[in-house]
């Protein structure tokens, strides 16, 4: 049996006022639809629910039992709406979030930091290494997806998905410590010819990068291993195994050198992507809110 909410709410309003006209009066309807009403109530039912009394109407033993029950349920459903309206209202409930990884070590431990100001928000991040190509697909499974591309590259263009500018990261070159390339302010594309390179896979950002370089310079780049793990290649870099482009933010100098290139513009640029219509929910535009105040953040400092 399927009882419509609806109804139950008119024979509710009947049991608390006493007649079809007062319970006409307060659902701002004609008494003859309050009337319609409890006759498709009882037929849903298939039980007697009122009974003539007088010139009007009370409520049977069955009508009354249904009325303690339908105080229940409508108790229940203005919770929950109640409860929606609260989510609606204010940043509340569970936000999924990927971020690729060099960008959690930059964003994450303030990120973490500005989401515990917020009562009843969980954000649940994962760590995902990425291309831009995966990123539709990883909105499936997430609300918010911050991502990375060679800002010469083509932005993600799709009628479904917003993107939301986070910060222009540059490139710098990384050289161990005493390189002789180190002694330059900035490096020209010429110095770089005959270096050994570690890169990270092919279709990621950073190898894009080196990409365009060896079509500005006509060299290909000798790229000796491919380490998506900037850590990892900082420390092979420190140790002399060969140079690197690495996010200038993300670069240890204690350990490496760092130089700019001379003559090009090379960054990548770090987005935040989201559905259309996702921001709307207040928990996901909160989220978003602070990725972007937290990228300013690391971009002014």
């Excluded at 900082?234 to 933010?249: D, K, N, T």
Aim: net charge negative.
């Amino acid at each position: 049996m399927g009882v419509d909410l609806g109804k139950l709410r008119t024979l509710r309003e009947f049991a608390d006022r006493g007649s079809v006209v007062a319970t006409a009066q307060a659902l701002h309807c004609t008494p003859s639809a309050v009337s319609q009403q409890l006759k498709a109530l009882q037929a849903e039912t298939g039980v007697a629910l009122t009974e003539p009394a007088g010139r009007g109407l009370r409520l049977t033993d069955a009508g009354a039992a249904l009325v303690a029950r339908a105080d229940e349920v409508l108790g229940a459903v203005e919770r929950a709406e109640a409860e929606l309206d609260a989510y609606r209202e204010s940043p509340r409930g569970r936000v999924r979030l990927a971020i690729f990884p060099s960008a959690a070590v930059l964003l994450l431990p303030g990120l973490l930091t500005r989401f515990a100001e917020f009562t009843g928000l969980d954000v649940d991040v994962r760590d995902v290494d990425m291309t831009p190509d995966e990123v539709p697909g990883l909105l499936a499974d997430f609300d918010i997806v911050v991502t990375h591309r060679d800002e010469h590259a083509t932005p993600i263009e799709s009628e479904r998905l917003r993107v939301v500018p986070l910060l222009r990261e540059p490139l710098d070159v990384a050289l161990p410590q005493g390189h002789p390339l180190g002694g330059k302010e900035r490096l020209e594309l010429a110095d770089l010819a005959n270096e050994r390179w570690i890169s990270v896979d092919v279709g990621f950002p950073v190898d894009d990068v080196l990409l365009s370089l060896a079509t500005r310079t006509g060299v290909r780049p000798r790229v000796v291993q491919r380490i998506n793990d900037f850590h990892i290649t900082e420390a092979l870099v420190a140790a002399g195994h060969g140079i690197a482009l690495l996010p200038r933010y993300a670069v240890d100098t204690t350990r490496v050198v760092r130089r700019p290139l001379a003559g090009i513009r090379v960054a990548r640029n770090v987005e935040a992507v989201v559905r259309h219509g996702g921001p709307v929910r207040p928990a996901v535009s909160a989220v978003l809110e602070a990725v972007r105040a937290e990228a300013g953040e690391v971009a002014l400092g």
